[in-house]
């Protein structure tokens, strides 16, 4: 009796992690696609409304003038670089634990509690967003809570990291010193032997 009780505890040890974590997952990607649904729509409004987000590649002013219209569109709570994750606090589906994203852009609060930093990828007017879809709350995991997407400024048109719908257009993130923070495959699987930016797509199509 002890023995059976012993190995039913063992299997719920092991059962409702395992439960308890799909749970999580399945709120954070709704979270995700809802995010994903909002950026759109604030994207091609602001397209409508200013006849475009394309404002160069010039630095800093391309990505000043975009989060300016960009962010028009959502209640913006805080502002600061320092929203972001600092080096060491955030991590990759395969257990890197990532560096700090580049200074030089900025991170913004929303009311919904997801935090945005936005980036200018180079040339041709595309920016990334890369989305913490519950703030600084944990996991703090690419491909769990965190999610990229880039903004094609001459059209407002949002593709998410990974799409192999686009393989001609870089979708990466931010180039780093630090794992995590790499170019990203068209078609990149969600899975633990990536960094999890192929999350981006395959959390959208499911």
Not at 168 to 178: G, H
Request: proline share 5%.
């Amino acid at each position: 009796m002890l023995i059976t009780i012993g190995i039913v505890g063992v299997l719920f040890g092991v059962v409702i992690p395992d439960v308890s974590q799909s749970i999580e997952d399945a709120g954070l990607q709704t979270a995700y696609k809802k995010n994903f649904s909002i950026i759109s729509q604030a994207a091609l409004l602001a397209v409508n409304d200013n006849g475009t987000l394309d404002y160069g590649s010039s630095y800093p002013s391309s990505i000043t003038n975009f989060d300016n219209a960009f962010l028009s569109y959502f209640t913006v709570l805080n502002t600061g670089y320092s929203l972001w994750h600092p080096a060491g606090t955030s991590f990759s589906l395969k257990g890197d634990t990532c560096g700090a994203l580049n200074p030089g852009y900025n991170a913004f609060l929303l009311n919904n509690g997801a935090v945005y930093y936005i980036c200018l990828l180079g040339g041709n007017s595309i920016y990334e967003i890369i989305i913490d879809v519950n703030g600084d709350k944990p996991p703090n995991v690419i491909g769990r809570d965190i999610f990229a997407v880039i903004v094609l400024g001459k059209t407002g048109q949002v593709i998410s990291a990974g799409n192999n719908s686009y393989s001609s257009i870089p979708v990466v993130a931010p180039a780093s010193s630090n794992n995590c923070y790499e170019s990203v495959s068209p078609g990149e699987p969600c899975d633990n032997t990536h960094f999890g930016w192929g999350c981006s797509t395959t959390k959208l199509l499911n």
